[in-house]
């Protein structure tokens, strides 16, 4: 983790770009708007390892929309509709 | 005195090799596959330890958690907790690990201790480990974890060689005290606090190199390219239709001729009369029309157990997400739908991994849509029969074109029903989410796709050998009897059963261009789609009377016309003609119900496109 993480803006995974890296500030299930209920998709993304302090990378993009994306959470990659990503917030 | 039994259970996130240790340590052949949930039952095998220890072995389905989100997953807690009926709780579980890839489980882990079942920890595929230059403390991991661990190589021969002493050692010691089970639920704050936990226990005892597997993200960068992607993909399936015509044809006709003489044989040495009629119309003309196409089903099997080895049904859900989205599916959904190219009931089985009830219901309703392997008889017949086999563009052999077109009709009337399905029947459905872990490519191995083949090609043999074989001996028989009186002059199956049910259901199916045979043929055919094949085989040989040495594809040009044949062919690409997939559907779905609407919107979809069809076809002048 290099200090240009504490000054960048937190943003949601969501909405990051192909290319993008950063390190998980916290989880806001709540934002979202995911089918799940948000105790559900906080969880499995904490049982995928999306937890704070992991590093992210988003790797790839779908065509239509730029959905789904597959982001590389320390050292696997896991596909994930960018809904879900939003409650993913990075910096 | 003799030890009781010892009880294994085999747990672990998804895909990290628990059906390949299975498979190694019990000698058996589960299906082992590169992507996330392919085992979705419980299999129990036995193997006998280096010190000579009884041992019973359960494969379970993969899953990060304890909490069972999808029937899969429940299968595994059920077992682990004991709730499962008449199960025994596992003496020892094995916590198996991907080396590669240790975070998830070892947060599982640390959740599995809570039930206080004895344990080992397996860091499995440590080759692919080694190869990238990980190395584990295993010593301080099992003294920080609390619990023994060992490496092993699943897919190498005496990679379980430490796993098998250790297993030996443990199992000499373990009490018969039943251990405290504190497992519940766990909350989000403990499960955060779990992978926290396993992630600093790894960063304690593991050193990653600093080079990720650069061979996957290169792949990866081609395959999963927004537009390329999609363009790959397309031209995987289409080289894998021109695929089964191309290769298949040299052999299928060695396999005709084959079949050919022998019935030439039986003509020429057993005496005119019902055993020679029996043998040559109804075995050789029957079971032998549906063999040939053996080749035919190995190719299709080999692509699919080639991408699926290779780690690619992950990236093609991926790719596919959103365009299953747009007909209410999600990607997730892709596998079971692309495994259902080569038969619908293990699709149907593959849908467990999907948690959303309504998600999963509708992919089982249309998974029967998708193009199975028994369908390729049928259509490989009628193409040969009646489509050219010129090459278009120079390059695209026609015949093999209009096969990729069925198949495309398949999963478009797939999407389509979907699509429907939501609209009419779910209509307050919010999409559920797609999250799947893309694992890394790893190379095909021979001897699992030899072995699956095998098994592919024996499965067909058999059903050749039994169903395939007795609806022959009842079409043979129904096309043979009652004999014609003497002195007739009309053919001699024209006064059969055959006829007669024929020629009553045929008022039905004339709208649709079918005669007779096809409706005689229709009839066994619910058992099993190739049996129709066969069918006609017989009942054209039998008509066809002492000189039926011709093909079978042969008689049907010259018997149908071009708008019968197309008619056929979108019937087939509906029908419901299986009665194992029904019965699954049954099953998976615990309903009746279910499979009644299965069966009935197949029918009227079938009969509808057939209609449709023939009537475009008879006005375009090819009545
Ligand atoms: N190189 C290597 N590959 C392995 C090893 N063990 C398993 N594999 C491969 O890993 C992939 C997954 O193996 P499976 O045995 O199907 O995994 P699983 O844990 O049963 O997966 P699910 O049933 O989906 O939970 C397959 O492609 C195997 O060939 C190993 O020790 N070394
Ligand atoms: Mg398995």
């Given at each position: 983790?290099?200090?240009?993480?504490?000054?960048?803006?937190?943003?949601?995974?969501?909405?990051?770009?192909?290319?993008?890296?950063?390190?998980?500030?916290?989880?806001?299930?709540?934002?979202?708007?995911?089918?799940?209920?948000?105790?559900?998709?906080?969880?499995?993304?904490?049982?995928?390892?999306?937890?704070?302090?992991?590093?992210?990378?988003?790797?790839?993009?779908?065509?239509?929309?730029?959905?789904?994306?597959?982001?590389?959470?320390?050292?696997?990659?896991?596909?994930?509709?960018?809904?879900?990503?939003?409650?993913?917030?990075?910096? | 005195?003799?030890?009781?039994?010892?009880?294994?259970?085999?747990?672990?996130?998804?895909n990290?090799g628990?059906?390949s240790?299975?498979n190694?340590?019990?000698?058996?052949?589960?299906?082992v596959a590169n992507y996330?949930?392919v085992?979705?039952?419980?299999?129990?095998?036995?193997?006998?330890?280096?010190?000579?220890?009884?041992?019973?072995?359960?494969?379970?389905?993969?899953?990060?958690?304890?909490?069972?989100?999808?029937?899969?997953?429940?299968?595994?807690?059920?077992?682990?907790?004991?709730?499962?009926?008449?199960?025994?709780?596992?003496?020892?579980?094995?916590?198996?690990?991907d080396s590669t890839?240790?975070?998830?489980?070892?947060?599982?882990?640390?959740?599995?201790?809570?039930?206080?079942?004895?344990?080992?920890?397996?860091?499995n595929m440590f080759d692919i480990a080694s190869r990238r230059?990980?190395?584990?403390?295993?010593?301080?991991?099992?003294?920080?974890?609390?619990?023994?661990?060992?490496?092993?190589i699943a897919v190498r021969k005496?990679g379980?060689?430490?796993?098998?002493?250790?297993?030996?050692?443990?199992?000499?010691?373990?009490?018969?005290?039943?251990?405290?089970?504190?497992?519940?639920?766990?909350?989000?704050?403990?499960?955060?606090?779990?992978?926290?936990?396993?992630?600093?226990?790894?960063?304690?005892?593991?050193?990653?190199?600093?080079?990720p597997d650069t061979l996957t993200s290169r792949i990866d960068?081609v395959v999963?390219?927004?537009?390329?992607?999609?363009?790959?993909?397309?031209?995987i399936?289409?080289?894998?239709?021109?695929?089964?015509?191309?290769?298949?044809?040299?052999?299928?006709?060695?396999?005709?001729?084959?079949?050919?003489?022998?019935?030439?044989?039986?003509?020429?040495?057993?005496?005119?009369?019902?055993?020679?009629?029996?043998?040559?119309?109804?075995?050789?003309?029957?079971?032998?029309?549906?063999?040939?196409?053996?080749?035919?089903?190995?190719?299709?099997?080999l692509f699919i157990l080639l991408l699926e080895d290779f780690g690619y049904m992950a990236r093609?859900?991926?790719?596919?997400?959103?365009?299953?989205?747009?007909?209410?599916?999600?990607?997730?959904?892709?596998?079971?739908?692309?495994?259902?190219?080569?038969?619908?009931?293990?699709?149907?089985?593959?849908?467990?991994?999907?948690?959303?009830?309504?998600?999963?219901?509708?992919?089982?309703?249309?998974?029967?849509?998708?193009?199975?392997?028994?369908?390729?008889?049928?259509?490989?017949?009628?193409?040969?029969?009646?489509?050219?086999?010129?090459?278009?563009?120079?390059?695209?052999?026609?015949?093999?074109?209009?096969?990729?077109?069925?198949?495309?009709?398949?999963?478009?009337?797939?999407?389509?029903?979907?699509?429907?399905?939501?609209?009419?029947?779910?209509?307050?459905?919010?999409?559920?989410?797609?999250?799947?872990?893309l694992p890394d490519y790893k190379v095909p191995r021979l001897k699992s796709i030899a072995i699956g083949i095998?098994?592919?090609?024996?499965?067909?043999?058999?059903?050749?050998?039994?169903?395939?074989?007795?609806?022959?001996?009842?079409?043979?028989?129904?096309?043979?009897?009652?004999?014609?009186?003497?002195?007739?002059?009309?053919?001699?199956?024209?006064?059969?059963?055959?006829?007669?049910?024929?020629?009553?259901?045929?008022?039905?199916?004339?709208?649709?261009?079918?005669?007779?045979?096809?409706?005689?043929?229709?009839?066994?055919?619910?058992?099993?789609?190739?049996?129709?094949?066969?069918?006609?085989?017989?009942?054209?040989?039998?008509?066809?009377?002492?000189?039926?040495?011709?093909?079978?594809?042969?008689?049907?040009?010259?018997?149908?016309?071009?708008?019968?044949?197309?008619?056929?062919?979108?019937?087939?690409?509906?029908?419901?003609?299986?009665?194992?997939?029904?019965?699954?559907?049954?099953?998976?779905?615990?309903?009746?119900?279910?499979?009644?609407?299965?069966?009935?919107?197949?029918?009227?979809?079938?009969?509808?496109?057939?209609?449709?069809?023939?009537?475009?076809?008879?006005?375009?002048?090819?009545?």
């Open positions: 983790m290099t200090d240009t993480h504490d000054t960048r803006r937190k943003m949601p995974l969501g909405l990051a770009q192909r290319g993008y890296t950063g390190v998980i500030q916290h989880l806001s299930a709540g934002d979202a708007g995911s089918a799940l209920s948000d105790i559900e998709l906080e969880s499995r993304l904490i049982e995928l390892g999306f937890v704070e302090g992991a590093r992210v990378e988003v790797l790839h993009e779908g065509l239509v929309g730029r959905d789904p994306i597959a982001v590389r959470v320390d050292n696997i990659t896991i596909a994930v509709r960018r809904r879900e990503a939003m409650a993913i917030i990075v910096a | 005195m003799e030890l009781p039994l010892l009880h294994l259970a085999l747990v672990g996130t998804p990290s628990k059906t240790l299975f190694a340590l019990t000698g058996s052949r589960q299906k996330p949930g085992t979705v039952e419980r299999k129990e095998g036995f193997f006998v330890t280096p010190l000579g220890r009884q041992v019973s072995i359960v494969d379970l389905p993969g899953t990060y958690s304890l909490r069972g989100r999808s029937p899969d997953e429940e299968i595994t807690r059920d077992f682990v907790l004991g709730k499962a009926s008449g199960e025994a709780l596992p003496d020892l579980v094995l916590c198996v690990a890839n240790l975070r998830l489980t070892i947060r599982l882990l640390l959740e599995l201790k809570r039930t206080g079942r004895p344990m080992i920890l397996v860091l230059g990980i190395s584990v403390d295993v010593a301080r991991l099992a003294k920080e974890l609390g619990v023994p661990v060992v490496t092993s005496g379980t060689a430490d796993l098998l002493a250790l297993t030996d050692e443990i199992s000499a010691k373990l009490s018969a005290e039943p251990a405290e089970n504190s497992w519940r639920a766990l909350s989000v704050a403990e499960l955060r606090a779990t992978q926290r936990e396993a992630d600093r226990i790894i960063a304690d005892c593991v050193s990653l190199p600093a080079r960068s999963l390219h927004p537009v390329g992607g999609l363009v790959v993909l397309a031209l399936l289409f080289v894998m239709f021109q695929a089964v015509f191309a290769w298949a044809q040299p052999l299928m006709e060695l396999l005709n001729s084959g079949f050919d003489a022998l019935g030439d044989f039986v003509h020429a040495t057993l005496p005119a009369g019902l055993l020679q009629s029996f043998l040559q119309n109804g075995v050789i003309s029957g079971v032998g029309s549906v063999i040939v196409f053996l080749p035919q089903i190995i190719i299709i099997f093609a859900a991926f790719l596919m997400d959103r365009i299953m989205g747009g007909a209410g599916l999600h990607g997730r959904a892709f596998i079971p739908l692309l495994s259902s190219f080569a038969c619908a009931i293990p699709g149907i089985m593959a849908t467990r991994v999907i948690d959303n009830k309504r998600d999963r219901l509708t992919t089982i309703l249309i998974a029967p849509l998708m193009t199975c392997s028994a369908r390729i008889p049928v259509y490989t017949l009628i193409i040969s029969a009646f489509i050219p086999a010129k090459d278009v563009w120079g390059f695209i052999n026609l015949q093999g074109l209009v096969m990729f077109g069925l198949y495309a009709a398949g999963i478009t009337s797939a999407l389509v029903v979907s699509f429907l399905i939501k609209f009419f029947m779910l209509r307050d459905y919010a999409p559920a989410p797609f999250m799947l872990e095998y098994t592919r090609a024996k499965m067909f043999l058999q059903r050749a050998g039994t169903t395939i074989f007795s609806m022959m001996v009842l079409i043979w028989f129904l096309a043979s009897f009652p004999q014609p009186p003497a002195g007739a002059t009309e053919p001699a199956i024209d006064f059969s059963l055959a006829a007669i049910i024929g020629k009553a259901l045929e008022p039905l199916l004339a709208p649709v261009g079918f005669n007779w045979q096809i409706a005689v043929a229709l009839i066994p055919g619910m058992a099993a789609r190739e049996v129709a094949v066969a069918a006609l085989g017989t009942v054209y040989a039998i008509e066809g009377g002492k000189e039926a040495a011709e093909q079978i594809g042969q008689v049907l040009a010259t018997k149908w016309s071009l708008a019968t044949a197309l008619s056929m062919l979108a019937w087939y690409i509906f029908a419901p003609q299986c009665a194992s997939t029904l019965a699954v559907i049954r099953r998976e779905t615990g309903s009746w119900t279910w499979m009644a609407v299965t069966f009935t919107y197949m029918l009227v979809l079938a009969y509808a496109a057939s209609l449709l069809t023939y009537n475009v076809a008879v006005g375009l002048g090819a009545g």
